[in-house]
């Protein structure tokens, strides 16, 4: 008998789930295709879980290809457990987020070296060269404050 297929004749909540350890371009599964055990009724096609391997850190991550799937009891090979299912949904909000931060500090950063660049040039420029300063600034750009000016 294999044992590691027993849990499935004493617990019926007990789930097949089959998976692949690849994606070819079109991001579809290939290659080696196992099946694994889990408890998580919330695992479906298409969700990342995290397996046991041999391999580095002792886990990788498998692609779902199939739920529910019949045990072959029969089979010598050993099944493993699921160890987890990957949060993608939150890993996309926690990109988006860090992309909304690294925007900002562009903004930042250009805004701060235009005033600097700004700062510079009045500060190195006669009076009279400060009309040319018309010809090369935007319309939309906003007005550089002249630091002699009280506020």
């Not at 690849?22 to 579809?28: F, P, R, T, Y």
């Not at 889990?38 to 046991?52: A, M, N, Q, S």
């Not at 190195?124 to 300063?133: S, V, W, Y």
Request: aromatic share 6%; glycine share 2%; proline share 4%.
């Amino acid at each position: 008998m294999n044992y590691s297929t027993a849990v499935f004749l004493v617990n019926k909540h007990v789930r097949a789930i089959r998976a692949a350890y690849e994606i070819n371009a079109k991001g579809e599964p290939c290659g080696n295709f196992e099946v694994f055990k889990t408890f998580d009724t919330t695992i479906k096609v298409g969700d990342l879980i995290v397996i046991p391997t041999t391999t580095r850190v002792k886990r990788t991550v498998v692609m779902v290809t199939e739920t529910d799937v019949e045990v072959d009891f029969e089979s010598t090979a050993q099944m493993e457990w699921v160890v987890d299912k990957v949060d993608a949904a939150e890993f996309a909000v926690t990109l988006e987020k860090e992309q909304q931060a690294i925007s900002m500090i562009k903004a930042a950063e250009l805004r701060k070296k235009r005033e600097e660049l700004a700062a510079t040039i009045l500060a190195n420029m006669d009076p009279e060269a400060t009309k040319m300063l018309e010809l090369v600034a935007s319309p939309d750009a906003p007005a550089v404050a002249d630091e002699s000016a009280p506020q």
